[in-house]
Antibody, heavy 119, light 108 residues
Framework: EVQLVESGGALVQPGGSLRLSCAAS????????VTWVRQAPGKGLEWVSV???????YYADSVKGRFTISRDNSKNTLYLQMNSLRAEDTAVYYC?????????????WGQGTLVTVSS | DIQVTQSPLSLSASVGDRVTITCRAS??????LNWYQQKPGKAPRLLIY???SLQSGVPSRFSGSGSGTDFTLTISSLQPEDFATYYC??????????FGQGTKVEIK
């Protein structure tokens, strides 16, 4: 059974840093595309970043240069390192597996972890 | 970047109604369009991928159609558990991949 469990969300001050984790089971992060999606309170979904099975990475313009996606294959875990955090980064962050048959779509999701950026 | 625009942003409907939600892309995206359902406090759930392919376990009352720039999600007979927010998402070519604004389906 595919499962993703996020952790690491917290209250952090503007300008601070935080690392989110996403522990995967039922599939390997090394053999799949895995992505982060966020949702600000009361707002819609925003795609954040993806890491390809080959290691390639992509970011939304809103986080480029501040966030870094990575993975630890030995722990089967995805990470999102977030630096220079801003109030507008406040959101629930979801990790998801990317299905790649006939396109790219997010077929399994974690429960989300809340990041609050505030002084 | 490719933008996707949903309409309407909200709608009121009754159980048993046929509901249609539209998503329009800012350029042709072939059939690289997906649909998700989200209920309050929950993670999104994939309903439709590749414009018209039904995800495993999703009821057959959900269907998707379209290609190029114009797409639709149809619920043939709205059920009580279908009251939720629905999002389209494009995944054409390399990222960034983008979501529509969401359509909230409420009880009339």
């Amino acid at each position: 059974e595919v499962q993703l469990v996020e952790s690491g969300g917290a209250l952090v001050q503007p300008g601070g840093s935080l690392r989110l984790s996403c522990a995967a089971s039922g599939f390997t992060v090394s053999g799949n595309y895995v992505t982060w999606v966020r949702q600000a309170p009361g707002k819609g979904l925003e795609w954040v970043s993806v890491i390809y099975s080959g290691g390639g990475t992509y970011y939304a313009d809103s986080v480029k240069g501040r966030f870094t996606i990575s993975r630890d294959n030995s722990k089967n875990t995805l990470y999102l390192q977030m630096n220079s955090l801003r109030a507008e980064d406040t959101a629930v962050y979801y990790c998801a597996r990317v299905g790649v048959v006939r396109g790219y779509y997010f077929d399994y999701w974690g429960q989300g972890t809340l990041v609050t950026v505030s002084s | 970047d490719i933008q996707v625009t949903q309409s309407p942003l909200s709608l009121s409907a009754s159980v048993g109604d046929r509901v249609t939600i539209t998503c329009r892309a800012s350029q042709s995206i072939s059939n690289y369009l997906n649909w998700y359902q989200q209920k309050p406090g929950k993670a999104p759930r994939l309903l439709i991928y590749a414009a018209s392919s039904l995800q495993s376990g999703v009821p057959s009352r959900f269907s998707g159609s379209g290609s190029g720039t114009d797409f639709t999600l149809t619920i043939s007979s709205l059920q009580p558990e279908d009251f939720a927010t629905y999002y389209c998402q494009q995944s054409y070519s390399t990222p960034p991949w983008t979501f529509g604004q969401g359509t909230k389906v409420e009880i009339k």
